[in-house]
């Protein structure tokens, strides 16, 4: 059974910067676009960013240039690099994976993992 594992939140303080990773566990072929959303309380969950299995990337407006994304294709593992942390970041994080558990002739399934919560805060 294929599970997305989190780690690397906490409580920052505002400018500071946190780091997550995301590993992939389990039997598969492969992972597609791996990505993050987060969701505030009262929130919808929205997209943060993405990365194809190639490396191409995608984040959204008010990310852009402070946060970064990246994948080690070998660790099945996606990374977000936090910097400039913002209070409105304050979040829960999910990590995201399209993933291919037989083969690429086979349907791809969408894994969530189980959210870690980030607090920008003084």
């Known amino acids: 059974q294929v599970q997305l594992v989190e780690s690397g939140g906490g409580l920052v303080q505002p400018g500071g910067s946190l780091r997550l990773s995301c590993a992939a566990s389990?039997?598969?072929?492969?992972?597609?676009?791996m990505g993050w959303y987060r969701q505030a309380p009262g929130n919808q969950r929205e997209l943060v960013a993405t990365?194809?299995?190639?490396?191409?990337?995608n984040y959204a407006d008010s990310v852009k240039g402070r946060f970064t994304i990246s994948r080690d294709n070998a660790k099945n593992t996606v990374y977000l690099q936090m910097n400039s942390l913002k209070p409105e970041d304050t979040a829960v994080y999910y990590c995201?994976?399209?993933?291919?558990?037989?083969?690429?002739?086979?349907?791809?399934?969408?894994?969530w993992g189980q959210g870690t919560q980030v607090t920008v805060s003084s």
């Open positions: 995201n994976a399209d993933i291919n558990l037989y083969g690429s002739s086979w349907p791809a399934y969408e894994y």
């Open positions: 389990g039997s598969l072929f492969s992972i597609n676009a």
């Open positions: 990365i194809t299995s190639g490396g191409s990337t």
